[in-house]
């Protein structure tokens, strides 16, 4: 898809990247269809497609249209609790009980 890798792309080569992959999951459907289920215009569609500054909304539409919502868990992972905080959580827990 892209010779760049993310880490080391500017914010535009990462919405590029973003668009060439939408569109990837689109297929060979139609912009029309895809538009459709997932309640944006065309324009809207085709503008996040080639990278231009899509919101979360259209790329949480487009990834519901597409049957791709579970990539939000890699792209937003739960945070993982340290295993200090996790500590500290418990001692007050037990503290309040007193």
Known sequence: ??????????????????GTRLRALRGGEQISLVAA??????E???????GDNP?????VR?????GRLGALDAFV???EISPMALVRK???RGGDRG
Not at 55 to 59: D, G, Q, S, V
């Open 44 to 50: 809207t569609v085709s503008r996040a497609e080639h």
């Open 1 to 18: 898809m892209s010779d760049i890798p993310v880490e080391s792309a500017t914010d535009r080569e990462i919405m590029k990247i973003i």
């Open 55 to 59: 919101t979360l909304l259209t790329i």
């Open 62 to 66: 487009l990834l519901r249209a597409s």
């Open 77 to 79: 992972p739960e945070p």
């Open 37 to 42: 289920r997932s309640g944006l215009n065309k």
């Open 90 to 92: 418990r001692a007050r």
